[in-house]
């Protein structure tokens, strides 16, 4: 078989190129995947379709995508709005819409940093209502994610409840209403909290896989 014959499962190489960006921030291994768990966990309750819920587990998964160096990592673990952050969010949006495959992850991810009262005002002349709330979604998701990190692995659930008052202090602001409900009915069970450990997670992207039906794609595509 030659290099042209291959052939790749499109959610595969998400996978993979998940992988490579945990490696960016070394000490906080599978953020994008928390992120996109906890995604798919709103978008449930917030009852959009399966397709909506795959479309935010690979939002979560990539929307660091433009982030290329620890320090900038650094910066977005340690500080809730830093002033930069538009900075990765655009390069990742040019990434992302430079290959077809995954071009319709560009905006959200373009926005995954702009607070809810700045992001709301752009629809519909820059993005959809859509759009806006899956941006909306990963910033909340990914905030919780930093809130928590330093408490994984001991002591997480003690802090649960200063994580949901964080995210609900900031509704109308930074976070829309509407998904900071979702979040305080999804993040209410223990499950939730959970499924991001990382033997949960682990078990959770083969299910990903399992269930799935991704197209594939052949060498030019993987080069691109």
């Avoid at 397709?51 to 990539?62: A, H, I, N, R």
């Avoid at 499924?195 to 991704?214: K, N, T």
Wanted: proline share 4%; hydrophobic share 45%.
């Amino acid at each position: 078989m030659t290099c042209n014959q291959f052939s790749f499962n499109l959610r595969q190489v998400v996978f993979a190129l998940s992988d490579a960006l945990d490696l960016v921030g070394v000490d906080d291994v599978a953020h994008g995947k928390r992120v996109g768990i906890m995604s798919v966990h709103c978008a449930q309750v917030l009852g959009w379709s399966e397709e909506q819920q795959s479309l935010m587990f690979d939002l979560g998964m990539l929307h660091d995508i433009g982030v290329s160096s620890t320090q900038v990592h650094q910066h977005l673990l340690q500080e809730f709005d830093w002033p930069d952050s538009h900075v990765h969010a655009e390069l990742g949006a040019a990434l992302l819409g430079a290959f077809a495959p995954l071009a319709h992850l560009a905006l959200p991810v373009r926005y995954h940093h702009t607070r809810w009262d700045r992001l709301w005002p752009l629809v519909p002349d820059r993005l959809s209502a859509q759009q806006a709330l899956q941006a909306n979604l990963i910033y909340l998701a990914d905030r919780v994610d930093t809130f928590a990190a330093p408490f994984y692995g001991a002591h997480l659930f003690d802090q649960v409840h200063h994580i949901r008052e964080r995210v609900r202090s900031a509704s109308g602001t930074y976070f829309s209403p509407e998904l900071v409900d979702a979040f305080t009915v999804a993040s209410q069970a223990e499950a939730f909290w959970f499924m991001l450990e990382p033997r949960a997670i682990q078990q959770y992207l083969q299910d990903q896989l399992g269930q799935c039906q991704s197209p594939r794609m052949g060498m030019e595509s993987l080069r691109a």
